[in-house]
Structures are given as structure tokens and as C-alpha cells.
């Protein structure tokens, strides 16, 4: 393997989530670049950064729970010190088939603030940030008092908003509210990125060839969701190079008018169920 140079000037890639979407980031924008992967399972990051470092990216692992502030300052402390921190890719986070109300809810909504408001203060011109959301927070329905909130809130608060606090133990609504909320999060916050000369947007995928995904698949709601795929013409699930493809433009350089939005990458899933569906 190459010797891979590292120091102060080096461009700095941080992707939390060591799974499908975000293997499948890694490899899209990593090259040239030092890249930090974050996962909370050091088997899982110890794989996966094996078999980056033998494709010739400079990967390193960091032991990461996004769901805990503290451990989410330290990787922003250590990405800022590796050198230039070019993009953040938000890609960790679990579905209903996988876990508890309580854990999605802890992950997904309070990682992705904790994510947000970490990397927001080694954020530097230049700097894009893109969260992965779902298309499932286009279809939630909340009032306008939650959905505010739910913007703008300190992640402290977050889970005594009443929206939240509805979810009781449902998986399911949890990962919707979830989801709109990380949507949510990325339009308020790209303000305070403005000013910092740094852009933050959010992607949110349809159905994914992912191991989360193929857990869905197999569980209670498989057979509603496959038919979904059907009925709204996409035909066939997304790839995780789609779902990277869209990420390399939003944190590439032809994205730089761009801020503060969501990228809807779904086949037409969020449009069927929108204007299409019947039951």
C-alpha cells in the first residue's frame, strides 16, 4: 500500500456510520483525503477501515456514540486536529426494525443534533455538512408549534417536546418524527454555518440496498413497503452509491449556492404517497 502523507493541511472527510451509505460515502469523496469514520461498534469500524486502508484511503476509526454530546465533541476535537475539516457526512442512525423507540429517538434525533452542534464549532469556510434523513420526514404530519421546536430547540430539550413525547413506543413513529426533525434541524442551523462561510443540507433517501433496509424487508412491514416500491413506478430499491453520488454534489463544489435544504432521493416514493396513495 502507498504511504499516505498526513499533516496540518491535509483535507479532513468525517462520515459517522460505518454501515452500507456510509462505506459507500467513504469511498466516493475519500480519496486524497484523511478520513475519519465514526461508528459506535469497533468491530464494525475495525472492518471497515481494514478494508479502506487496503484500497489505499487514509482511514482511521473512531469509537463514536452519537447519542452521548461528549463523545460526539471528541471526534469534532479530532477531525479538527487532523487537519482541514473539507466535509461531515451524517449517515449513522437506526430504523424501527432495529431498535426501541427510546433507542431511535436517542440516535437519530439527538445524535443528529449532537452531530449538528458539534462539527458547527470546527465548521470553516468551505466546511459542507449533509445529514441523511429519510423520505419518511416528508410524509410526517406535525402542528407547527412542534415542528418549530423541533428546529429549534436545545437537543436537551428534544425529548419533552410534545411531538416526541407522543411517540410513546412506537418504533415507527419514532423514526418518522426522527427523521422530520433532522430535516428540520439542517434548515435552522444553516444560518449559524452561513456565518462561519460553511453549508449544511440534508439528504433523505427512499428504500436502500442496506443491511437496515433488508432488516425492514424482513420484518412486520416488509410486504407493505416492497409493494410501496411498485405502486409508486421506482420498481426497484436505491443503491448506496446513489444515495453517495447525491452526497458528493452537495459537498462538492457545484453546491455552493446551495444551504439549508433537503435532497429528496427516493425513486418517487415521498410524491406517491403524497398525491398517489389510497390506502
Given at each position: 500500500?502507498?504511504?499516505?502523507?498526513?499533516?496540518?493541511?491535509?483535507?479532513?472527510?468525517?462520515?459517522?456510520?460505518?454501515?452500507?451509505?456510509?462505506?459507500?460515502?467513504?469511498?466516493?469523496?475519500?480519496?486524497?483525503?484523511?478520513?475519519?469514520?465514526?461508528?459506535?461498534?469497533?468491530?464494525?469500524?475495525?472492518?471497515?477501515?481494514?478494508?479502506?486502508?487496503?484500497?489505499?484511503?487514509?482511514?482511521?476509526?473512531?469509537?463514536?456514540?452519537?447519542?452521548?454530546?461528549?463523545?460526539?465533541?471528541?471526534?469534532?476535537?479530532?477531525a479538527a486536529g487532523a487537519g482541514r475539516v473539507s466535509a461531515v457526512?451524517?449517515?449513522?442512525?437506526?430504523?424501527?426494525?432495529?431498535?426501541?423507540?427510546?433507542?431511535?429517538?436517542?440516535?437519530?434525533?439527538?445524535?443528529?443534533?449532537?452531530?449538528?452542534?458539534?462539527?458547527?464549532?470546527?465548521?470553516?469556510?468551505?466546511?459542507?455538512?449533509?445529514?441523511?434523513?429519510?423520505?419518511?420526514?416528508?410524509?410526517?404530519?406535525?402542528?407547527?408549534?412542534?415542528?418549530?421546536?423541533?428546529?429549534?430547540?436545545?437537543?436537551?430539550?428534544?425529548?419533552?417536546?410534545?411531538?416526541?413525547?407522543?411517540?410513546?413506543?412506537?418504533?415507527?413513529?419514532?423514526?418518522?418524527?426522527s427523521k422530520r426533525a433532522n430535516q428540520l434541524r439542517v434548515e435552522?442551523?444553516?444560518?449559524?454555518?452561513?456565518?462561519?462561510?460553511?453549508?449544511?443540507?440534508?439528504?433523505?433517501?427512499?428504500?436502500?440496498?442496506?443491511?437496515?433496509?433488508?432488516?425492514?424487508?424482513?420484518?412486520?412491514?416488509?410486504?407493505?413497503?416492497?409493494?410501496?416500491?411498485?405502486?409508486?413506478?421506482?420498481?426497484?430499491?436505491?443503491?448506496?452509491?446513489?444515495?453517495?453520488?447525491?452526497?458528493?454534489?452537495?459537498?462538492?463544489?457545484?453546491?455552493?449556492?446551495?444551504?439549508?435544504?433537503?435532497?429528496?432521493?427516493?425513486?418517487?416514493?415521498?410524491?406517491?404517497?403524497?398525491?398517489?396513495?389510497?390506502?
Amino acid at each position: 500500500m502507498a504511504e499516505q502523507r498526513s499533516g496540518p493541511s491535509r483535507e479532513v472527510v468525517v462520515v459517522t456510520g460505518a454501515g452500507g451509505m456510509g462505506v459507500a460515502v467513504a469511498r466516493r469523496i475519500g480519496s486524497g483525503r484523511t478520513v475519519l469514520l465514526a461508528d459506535a461498534s469497533r468491530g464494525q469500524l475495525d472492518r471497515v477501515v481494514g478494508a479502506l486502508s487496503d484500497e489505499g484511503y487514509a482511514a482511521r476509526g473512531v469509537l463514536t456514540d452519537v447519542s452521548d454530546r461528549g463523545s460526539v465533541d471528541a471526534l469534532a476535537a479530532e477531525a479538527a486536529g487532523a487537519g482541514r475539516v473539507s466535509a461531515v457526512v451524517h449517515t449513522a442512525g437506526v430504523s424501527a426494525a432495529q431498535a426501541t423507540a427510546e433507542t431511535i429517538l436517542r440516535v437519530n434525533l439527538l445524535g443528529t443534533a449532537h452531530v449538528i452542534d458539534a462539527f458547527e464549532g470546527v465548521a470553516e469556510p468551505g466546511t459542507a455538512m449533509v445529514c441523511v434523513s429519510s423520505m419518511a420526514g416528508h410524509v410526517a404530519s406535525l402542528g407547527r408549534e412542534d415542528e418549530a421546536a423541533l428546529a429549534t430547540a436545545p437537543a436537551a430539550e428534544l425529548l419533552d417536546i410534545g411531538a416526541v413525547k407522543a411517540v410513546g413506543d412506537s418504533a415507527t413513529r419514532a423514526y418518522i418524527v426522527s427523521k422530520r426533525a433532522n430535516q428540520l434541524r439542517v434548515e435552522a442551523a444553516a444560518l449559524a454555518w452561513s456565518r462561519r462561510g460553511a453549508r449544511i443540507n440534508s439528504v433523505s433517501p427512499g428504500v436502500v440496498a442496506t443491511a437496515m433496509a433488508k432488516a425492514e424487508a424482513d420484518g412486520p412491514s416488509g410486504a407493505r413497503m416492497l409493494a410501496m416500491l411498485e405502486a409508486s413506478g421506482a420498481g426497484r430499491t436505491g443503491t448506496p452509491a446513489e444515495i453517495a453520488d447525491a452526497v458528493a454534489f452537495l459537498t462538492g463544489p457545484e453546491a455552493r449556492y446551495i444551504t439549508g435544504t433537503d435532497l429528496l432521493v427516493d425513486g418517487g416514493q415521498a410524491a406517491w404517497l403524497r398525491h398517489h396513495r389510497t390506502a
